[in-house]
């Protein structure tokens, strides 16, 4: 009589009981925006809080460990993500929500937890198993510009494709092409990543630093977005909602689409 079931999937009535019983609860400080498709069935990546080098500062997460936010000024705060695949076609979105200073992109665990510094902390591209997509347009290996890219301004969605599976990379702006005429979907024209070992697992990150116009944000849609999109894709397995559509095979990082 008095149980319930809310399983949140109606982004309207997030109190929506549908046990049947019609014990709805009433949604309070809660908006569509709020509404997460992550279940204890199948999670979907976020952040990860536990992911720090010793003496290295550590960013600020919210918004359910989808936003990293730094302050400080003239040190680069880095986070990556839950969940680090080692085969598999993979698909993000980054929001660089605010600041002046971002590196996204992808690093193994192995490189952004064993070394680093407290200036640094491991951005993406710092070490030989990452790579990072510079604000400046460069893209980064081992602190070496390996490729030379457009530049992102503040509010643009910066789409990552991970082709674990060939040993591929991509990156796009917003609706534009992919970088370098690429497409992940027929393998053409992606950075080259065959250089990591066999079996080394790669999570998507960002670095950022606050700068003269304030604290620096970074939002990460891995298929649960903490920010507002206009559209809504999903990949081929029927997961996710991500603003801009997914390349034909790739899919959002959670634990069904791993296995």
């Known amino acids: 009589?008095?149980?319930?079931?809310?399983?949140?999937?109606?982004?309207?009535?997030l109190g929506d009981d549908v046990s049947g019983n019609g014990n709805d609860f009433t949604v309070n400080n809660l908006t569509a925006i709020?509404?997460?498709?992550?279940?204890?069935?199948?999670?979907?990546?976020?952040?990860?809080?536990?992911?720090a080098n010793i003496g290295a500062t550590v960013p600020?997460?919210?918004?359910?460990?989808?936003?990293?936010?730094n302050s400080i000024t003239n040190k680069m705060q880095t986070q990556y993500s839950t969940l680090a695949p080692s085969t598999g076609k993979f698909?993000?979105?980054?929001?660089?929500?605010?600041?002046?200073?971002?590196?996204?992109?992808?690093?193994?665990?192995?490189?952004?937890?064993?070394q680093g510094s407290s200036d640094t902390q491991?951005?993406?591209?710092?070490?030989?198993?990452?790579?990072?997509?510079?604000?400046?347009?460069?893209?980064?290996?081992?602190?070496?510009?390996?490729?030379?890219?457009?530049?992102?301004?503040?509010?643009?969605?910066?789409?990552?494709?991970l082709d674990m599976t060939n040993k591929k990379l991509y990156f796009k702006r917003?609706?534009?092409?992919?970088?370098?005429?690429?497409?992940?979907?027929?393998?053409?024209?992606?950075?080259?990543?065959s250089s990591i070992p066999s079996g080394t697992g790669m999570a998507f990150g960002a670095g950022l630093e606050a700068g003269s116009v304030g604290a620096a944000y970074a939002d990460f849609n891995f298929g649960s977005p903490p920010f507002s999109i206009s559209s809504g894709n999903t990949d081929g397995n029927g997961?996710?909602?991500?603003?801009?559509?997914?390349?034909?095979?790739y899919y959002v990082l959670n634990t069904k689409n791993l296995s």
């Open 122 to 161: 491991n951005r993406p591209g710092q070490f030989s198993e990452g790579w990072g997509y510079d604000k400046t347009g460069n893209v980064y290996k081992t602190e070496s510009s390996v490729g030379s890219y457009t530049a992102y301004n503040t509010g643009d969605i910066i789409c990552i494709a």
């Open 60 to 69: 600020t997460l919210s918004e359910g460990n989808l936003r990293t936010s």
């Open 91 to 114: 698909y993000c979105e980054v929001k660089a929500t605010a600041g002046s200073v971002f590196r996204i992109g992808i690093s193994s665990y192995n490189s952004n937890q064993a």
């Open 1 to 13: 009589t008095n149980g319930f079931y809310l399983d949140f999937e109606d982004s309207a009535a």
């Open 34 to 51: 709020d509404q997460s498709t992550d279940t204890c069935t199948n999670n979907f990546a976020t952040l990860n809080p536990l992911n």
């Open 239 to 249: 997961y996710g909602n991500m603003e801009y559509a997914i390349p034909s095979g």
């Open 174 to 193: 917003n609706a534009n092409a992919w970088e370098n005429s690429a497409n992940p979907a027929t393998g053409s024209n992606g950075i080259d990543i």
